[in-house]
């Protein structure tokens, strides 16, 4: 041992190829160890919630430079780092992401692109909303512009996801989750949308509200074009339902008794309020005139055309404002027809023959009311009567043989009557119209079927 | 440290044959000593290297640099001390038997 000591005098010289070696092993190792403890820590951070982390390393010392999302996520992340093997220290520069007050989330819709913006709680969340606003708008671009910070209120991932299902239903606008309410403007994709989103909204998740929607739609658009000289009526648009549309198509039927209904109507929700009265009586309307289009968009009702007559002009104008329901609107250019030619008693008998073997004058049943559906023929009856202004003329009401003779002796005076006075209305003057009642017995057809008997109900013109 | 033994075990090994190799010849050796207050000078030293590693105030690099010297110095002297007792041990037998 005490030569250990004695010689331990002599054992400098080595020191200075240890040095070297030294020198030489700080040179070669320090960039594997660096690299080493980088992945290792890095490994650590695992499954820890954290973004913009960046691990640096210089010889044992890792610096944590990464945005936290919470205290606690801060702290056991810095932990897990200072826990791994090998690593001296760890310099934290971690700092919690900013917490914003009102916490705002926004998706706005334009020709190009969606862009998500506002703010997001997690990466996590983040990537959600991303892949949902992907999922709805295949091959739309979008642009990410969330940042993350702290602050959402709870449950605002599904409240946004939900949102952002939404978007694709806009055309262009803008969704805005605030805190707790969602506000809503732009246009709708298509008839429909609108409902679509306000049904959707209401599975918002508890506690959040739509604070305004104010989403347009496209205009709810109904058309009809009477075209006298191909005699067709075309209806192209939109109608609420099926139900609605047979309906729609079997009137256009009765009143348009002349022309071929040629129907191109879709079915499609979002329609407005009263739309089926109006359109009946805008139809109604149409049904007057010789020649003329409608056109429905939303509540507003543009009819143009020409009248057979000048009364009928005035009829359509003051008629149309008032039966249609509230709110709506009427632009009605109507101008009047030139009358027809002269002719004498015996053209104007064939001609209410003509009319009236296509269809006949509907009144309301047992009743002396005459059915909306017949004004346009009893134009056309008036417009024909006053081209033969020498002649007189009989209106002659039949009834069935249903029920009591002498009831329908005086429901079918009370109908020719009711003619009559139609008649007069629209300028025919009063002395050359008589009108007569006949009740069932003067049958055209067999009173033992129903087609009989609505053969044998009806109203003739009788030229003297 | 010892967690990156793989990295440096290699250099280790180097350092021990360096102290091996110094305290071998250390015995027959007949160049001059270190003297009494150059060793206190080198222990001072290493004192003050071996509290600054522990204190951990030698910050990224360099601090590295410092323990991985002190770790090769430490196997540098467990050389020099198994070197210069197994001469000694050699020597002592050869002179017995001469």
Known sequence: ???????????????????????????????????E??????????????????????????????????????SSAVAAVEAVPGIRLV??????????????????????RVTLSGSAPLPASKARLIDAARAVLKGVDISDRIVLARGAPQRFDAAAVLLVDQIGRLKEGKITLTDNAVSLSGMARELGGREAIAAALRNLPEG??????????????????????????????????????????????????SEKVVDHLGASIGAPQGFSDAVATALGALSRLSTGTL?????????????????????????????LPQGWTVKADISVKPAGSPVDGTVCQQLFNELLAKTTVRFDSASATIDKDSVGLLDRLAQTAMRCPNTSIEVAGHTDADGDEARNQALSERRA?????????????????????????????????EAGKAKNRRIDFVVR | MMALFDFYWGWLVGALLIGFGSGWISVVHRGPDLSRNGALGVGGIVAVLIGLSLARLVPGEPGFWLDLLLVMFAAYLIGCAVGSWLRYWVVSRQMRRS
């Open chain 1, 295 to 323: 056109v429905v968009s939303d509540r507003s009702v543009h009819l143009t055309g020409d009248a057979l007559f000048d009364a009928a002009a005035n009829q359509i104008r003051g008629g149309l404002n008032k039966e």
């Open chain 1, 208 to 257: 959040y509200g739509v604070a305004e929607n104010v989403v347009e739609a496209p205009p709810y658009v109904f058309q009809a074009v009477k075209d006298p000289v191909a005699s067709t009526l075309t209806l192209t648009g939109y109608v609420p339902d099926n139900a609605a549309h047979a309906a729609l198509v079997e009137a256009a039927g009765r009143k348009f008794f």
């Open chain 1, 1 to 35: 041992m005490r030569g250990l000591y004695s010689s331990s005098g002599k054992w400098w010289p080595g020191v200075i190829p240890l040095l070297i070696l030294w020198i030489v092993a700080a040179w070669n190792i320090t960039p594997q160890v660096e690299s």
């Open chain 1, 37 to 74: 403890l980088a992945a290792r820590a890095d490994a650590a951070l695992g499954t820890s919630v954290l973004d913009k982390t960046r691990i640096a390393a210089a010889g044992r010392d890792i610096t944590l430079t990464a945005d936290a999302f919470s205290e606690q996520g801060r």
């Open chain 1, 417 to 449: 009557k009711a003619v009559v006075d139609e008649m007069i209305k629209d300028g025919l003057p009063p002395e050359r119209l008589q009108a007569y009642g006949y009740g069932s017995k003067i049958p055209l057809a067999s009173n033992d079927t």
């Open chain 1, 91 to 112: 310099r934290d520069r971690t700092r919690l992401v900013p917490e914003v007050s009102p916490y705002v989330f926004t998706i706005q819709r334009d020709v190009v």
